[in-house]
């Protein structure tokens, strides 16, 4: 985040404007729909970046100074057509800024046409999940300017790298394109076999993913397509059901919001890296709560991790059994979750004081009854009314 909105703040002066896609990672989102309207007056207006005119009429004449957007976007793995993107914003002389921290090795946005690359190093350059840190890419002019004794954003604000971390980083980049294969190999497998188990797979390695081809004609020949995927499970209640049963169950990844790490880790965007977004900018974006978004890691065989990936789908079909409370018109999933200190009796009185259900779907409220041999956990997110 300090390299965002480091070079935000040295490209824009107050009363800038910035246009960027309406799918970024939270954080980036609210540094621009909040912070910096706010500290700065430096406003955005946020657009879909695969809708070329909608950029082009969202830009402000003598006011706009950078477009902004994820190459590979944060958790919808859209792809930004980045050669086209950069000639419509040089067009009207805008600086094109390029967050790849989805796809290093895999995309070269300045080599594409982007003025500027900005990246998380926390994640797969880092690979450890060990160091949080940023870069920032760009021509010597930009970057001298941030360095500036009376006006650099860099010299001034201070995120500067521990020359110790610079070191230790500086150890992991000889092996970043051996590892990006990795990632990708097993991504680009597990998308494959998740999509034949019947699954709603979103993988830009996949034909049937909008940007496949356009991806294809970007990314560095032997790189693949990135290592993360999503899986829409068709309900929030399924989607953490399936977080739940591969790292509870088999141990085929940790429930973490970070990415590019060499475990896999999987996380519900909409509720975690995705939250500072509003239910509408999420709605609008396709961010939705049955999303779950996986960073493939590369320890064991691929082959072992698979099969931890289906013993948990079977776990998981023998622990979903539909239940129904009669004369209450309840139905719902049994899922054996983490315990909890609410009653069926407090289930039963939410419904009849007709509280939504929904309501207590997000406070993510747990009933636990009590059942011969074992504690079944019911998850009211998974509860509808007939
Ligand atoms: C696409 C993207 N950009 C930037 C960031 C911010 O990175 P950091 O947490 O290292 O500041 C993240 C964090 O998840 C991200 O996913």
């Known amino acids: 985040m300090a390299a965002i909105s480091s070079v935000l703040l040295q490209l824009c002066s107050s009363g800038g404007h910035v246009v960027a896609s309406a799918t970024l990672y939270g954080g980036t989102h609210a540094l ?24 082009k009429n969202a830009i402000v004449h003598g006011r706009t100074k950078v477009l902004f957007f994820e190459s590979m976007s944060n958790p919808t793995l859209n ?12 067009e009207k002389g805008i ?25 998380s190093i926390s994640k797969f350059i880092s690979g450890g999940a060990d160091v949080i840190a940023g870069a920032v890419c760009g021509p010597a002019r930009l970057v001298n300017s941030m360095m ?46 998740m999509k034949e188990l019947g699954l709603r797979v979103v993988y830009p390695g996949l034909e049937d993913h909008p940007q496949h081809q356009l991806l294809k004609s970007m990314a560095n020949k032997g790189y693949g397509f990135g290592g993360l995927l999503c899986v829409d499970m068709e309900s929030e209640e399924r989607a953490n059901m399936l977080m739940h049963h591969l790292q509870n169950s088999s141990q085929f990844g940790l429930i973490a919001v970070s990415l590019g790490y060499y475990e896999t ?53 023998d622990s979903s059994t539909l239940f129904e409370i009669e004369g209450f018109g309840i139905r719902g999933l049994i899922e054996p979750l983490e315990s909890t200190d609410i ?9 009849m004081n007709k509280v939504d259900v929904k309501d207590t779907l997000l406070a993510h409220i747990l009933l636990k009854i009590f059942i011969p041999q074992s504690i079944v956990i019911y998850n009211l997110s998974s509860l509808t009314k007939n």
């Open 343 to 351: 009653t069926l009796k407090h289930l039963l009185k939410c419904h």
């Open 32 to 55: 621009l729909s909040h912070f910096l309207p706010r500290t700065c007056n430096i406003t955005t207006t946020f657009v879909d970046i695969t809708d070329h005119e909608a950029v």
């Open 148 to 193: 500036n004794l009376h006006q650099g954003a860099l010299m001034l604000l201070g995120p500067t790298m521990n020359a110790k971390v610079a070191f230790e980083l500086s150890e992991k980049i000889p092996d970043l394109g051996l590892r990006m294969k990795e990632h990708y190999r097993r991504a680009m497998e597990y998308a494959i076999r």
């Open 265 to 317: 880790l999987m996380s519900c965007s909409g509720s975690s890296t995705s939250s500072e977004l509003n239910a509408k900018e999420k709605a609008l974006v396709g961010i939705s709560p049955r999303l779950v978004r996986m960073s493939i890691g590369y320890t064991g065989t691929l082959e072992q991790k698979w099969s931890q990936f289906e013993k948990a789908i079977s776990s998981m079909r």
């Open 79 to 90: 792809v930004a057509d980045i050669p086209e993107l950069s000639k419509l914003a040089h």
């Open 95 to 119: 600086t094109v800024v390029v967050d790849n921290t989805f796809s290093p090795m895999v995309l070269s946005p300045v080599g594409l046409g982007a003025d500027v690359v900005v990246r």
